[in-house]
């Protein structure tokens, strides 16, 4: 392609530094991304229908939860994933605020709608799991208690970077919001783990024990590999569809409509 | 402009600030009465709606005084930067010279002043009103005054980055409450511990160390919000 003649004339550096430098080019982060995309949403497909029809048709029933345990074949992975994703979205937007990239900026704020998602399906699977298992759909738990204060944190962030309509003000604001709730998470985490203690004596243990068979587990670790690569191809996804947006008036884009065109 | 208000010193500019905030809000007196007002009527809503059996009311009165706090300080927190983002003295304060953080500090300072201080003066009042022991009385009274300037603190950062906007002060509350979460947790506990007779100075010391972060590291969020808001 013809838009990136500029980074290939600068000396040769460190071949993966100028990786680096070049995915924070959009032009070439979209021509890049592009490529594998299609890949990331194929491995993610295949492992999950690998991983579900493990875990919801071949490992037996749980002698304690019968069949409702399945559901935490997606209900944990959906929350380590709301955990793992804000951290990167906080990751990302302490780089982006530091070093001024504008691609990080672009990355972190795509990432919270889909942080917000996964919270929001771990609630919602966590409180139907809570039916059969605790007799109720909501309890105070320690833990879905801190989903929700985590989701009201996604709700912030997002929040902010639509009510701001300047995109990079919007995105640099809204960074700065996901990395004061990074610190406060797990002053968060802890004081309501301590205060459902406190109030409830002895909390009800969601997972059935330590020891759980490999038949069981297997299918879990591939659905929490799965929803790895469903992150990576919805992030990237999202940030080209942003970045289109974004750069409407710019010549690469133009480029890239032009190609698109028969 | 007064030679007072260019005082070449950090301390200088500290002081001559609170001062100039204290007496905008002095000239304004019923606009400083607001949280308070909105403070009392709150609270007086919960026994209409809960009932008046003192028992119960005692047993919730450390969360309802607790959460109107959080309330009347998120009203209160949209004039903390408000009308001097309006007329263009926040940017003014940003080129004096002076480090933002250290302004945002004194703008703090005085927010927690006109808006914290009466709310921790008004509890004694607001737990009697509650039928809170007598014995936890004093409890509530400590947690509000070491917590209300958290609030202020966590808050600023939340008011930092909504300034620009013009209807910031409903996303404001959706920013600033889930923060707001772990002291609450603390703050009340305390005081329930101190109802049932259990210890309750681990608390006021966990809540001491919230207000010594929260002072050490909020205000260069709140200078970093103010700067991108102004960009």
């Known amino acids: ?262 | 402009m007064n030679p007072e208000y260019t005082a070449g010193s950090l301390s200088g500019a500290f002081a001559a600030l609170v001062r100039r905030d204290l007496l905008l809000a002095f000239r304004r007196r019923t606009e400083l009465l607001f949280p308070v007002i909105f403070l009392l009527v709150v609270i007086s809503l919960f026994p209409l709606g809960i009932g008046p059996s003192p028992q119960l009311l005692a047993r919730i009165a450390p969360g309802v005084i607790w959460i109107a706090a959080l309330l009347a300080t998120v009203i209160s927190l949209d004039a903390l930067f408000r009308s001097d983002f309006e007329d263009g003295t926040l940017e003014q304060f940003v080129i004096s010279g002076h480090p933002l953080t250290l302004i945002a500090l004194a703008k703090i300072a005085t927010h927690w002043l006109v808006a914290g201080l009466p709310i921790v003066l008004l509890s004694p009042l607001l737990a009697l009103w509650m039928n809170l022991p007598l014995e936890s009385l004093s409890v509530m009274v400590v947690t509000l005054a070491l917590g209300t300037p958290i609030l202020s603190l966590i808050g600023s950062i939340g008011v930092g980055l909504t300034i620009s906007l013009k209807r910031g002060g409903q996303l404001l509350s959706l920013l600033v409450f889930p923060l707001y979460v772990p002291i609450l947790i603390i703050a009340t506990a305390a005081v329930m511990a101190a109802s049932d007779g259990l210890p309750y100075v681990q608390f006021l010391g966990l809540l001491t160390a919230g207000l010594i972060t929260s002072v050490t590291l909020a205000p260069f969020a709140a200078a970093a919000a103010l700067k991108i808001s102004l960009s």
């Open chain 1, 1 to 262: 392609m013809n838009t990136n003649i500029a980074i290939k004339d600068k000396p040769r550096k460190n071949a993966l530094v100028m990786f680096i430098h070049k995915l924070g080019s959009p032009p070439w982060f979209y021509d890049f991304t592009g490529k594998f995309i299609p890949w990331l949403w194929l491995i993610f497909g295949a492992l999950t229908i690998w991983g579900l029809y493990l875990g919801l048709v071949k490992a037996p029933a749980d002698y304690l939860q019968g069949e409702s345990f399945r559901i935490m074949y997606i209900h944990v992975p959906s929350a380590w994933m709301s955990m793992l994703i804000y951290t990167s979205m906080a990751v990302m937007g302490f780089i982006a605020l530091v070093w001024r990239i504008r691609m990080m900026e672009v990355l972190a704020m795509c990432s919270a709608p889909v942080g917000a998602a996964f919270t929001l399906v771990a609630l919602a699977t966590g409180s139907l799991w809570g039916r059969p298992t605790w007799g109720t759909y909501w309890v105070w738990d320690a833990r879905l208690t801190s989903e929700l204060v985590l989701l009201f944190l996604y709700l912030g962030v997002i929040g902010l970077y639509n009510a701001i309509d300047e995109p990079r003000k919007a995105a640099r604001a809204a960074c700065l919001l996901a990395l004061v709730g990074a610190v406060n998470l797990p002053i968060i985490h802890y004081s309501v783990k301590w205060w459902n203690t406190l109030h409830q004596g002895s909390s009800i243990s969601m997972t059935g024990g330590s020891n759980i068979d490999p038949s069981m587990l297997w299918p879990l670790l591939i659905m929490a590999f799965a929803v790895k690569f469903y992150y990576a191809a919805n992030l990237l996804t999202r940030a080209r569809v942003r970045l289109l947006e974004q750069d409407l008036r710019k010549g690469w884009v133009k480029n890239v409509v032009r190609e698109q065109k028969p």
